[in-house]
């Protein structure tokens, strides 16, 4: 379930926690974790995924999902600890040649049809990008993504792992259709 907030958490990159031996004492997460059936939690800047296991219902977690969120925003703390912010130097290689590649050859060739595509973040060797401008809800923009930038992206840098697009195609303020 996707939990849309109207504050940022933080200003950049994506946070995936897989269990609560991965939160590193990010409050955030530390504080999911405390309800049943909470079992991966991936944090963006304003909203947050919450995978629960199959036999939980979502009437009953979403609202303790919802009181939590709101614990850790009011508490005032750091929502995303430094350790679990520290990339480590492969994965800041990644993402300056990621911005190199995006900034020389990606988008250039998007931009002739009013779109960008910028990096959120890399996990590991994964990375997750966000489209937008003519990108946003293009209905080629899966096709654009696999076929064009994941394509340039592997020819450039070989040991690349996946390649998550984060972009929510039907809203924005100006989405293709």
Not at 56 to 83: P, Y
Not at 135 to 155: F, H, P
Not at 160 to 173: F, I, N, Q
Request: hydrophobic content about 40%; aromatic content about 6%.
């Amino acid at each position: 379930c996707k939990f849309t907030l109207n504050v940022l958490l933080f200003e950049h990159g994506i946070f995936i926690f897989d269990d609560k031996k991965t939160t590193k004492g990010s409050v955030l997460a530390d504080l999911l974790f405390e309800v049943a059936g909470v079992e991966k939690i991936t944090v963006a800047p304003d909203h947050l995924m919450i995978t629960i296991a199959k036999n939980i219902d979502w009437r009953v977690a979403g609202k303790q999902v919802g009181a939590k969120i709101r614990e850790a925003i009011a508490s005032g703390k750091n929502l995303i600890s430094e350790e679990s912010r520290k990339k480590t130097t492969e994965e800041s290689d990644l993402i300056q040649k990621v911005k190199q590649i995006l900034v020389e050859q990606v988008n250039p060739a998007v931009a002739s049809h009013g779109g960008a595509i910028e990096l959120l973040d890399v996990q590991g060797h994964d990375v997750y990008l966000k489209m937008s401008g003519g990108c946003q809800g293009c209905g080629m923009a899966a096709q654009t993504l696999r076929q064009g930038v994941e394509n340039t992206l592997r020819e450039k840098i070989p040991n690349l792992g996946a390649v998550y697009d984060t972009t929510v195609h039907e809203e924005g303020e100006n989405p293709y259709y």
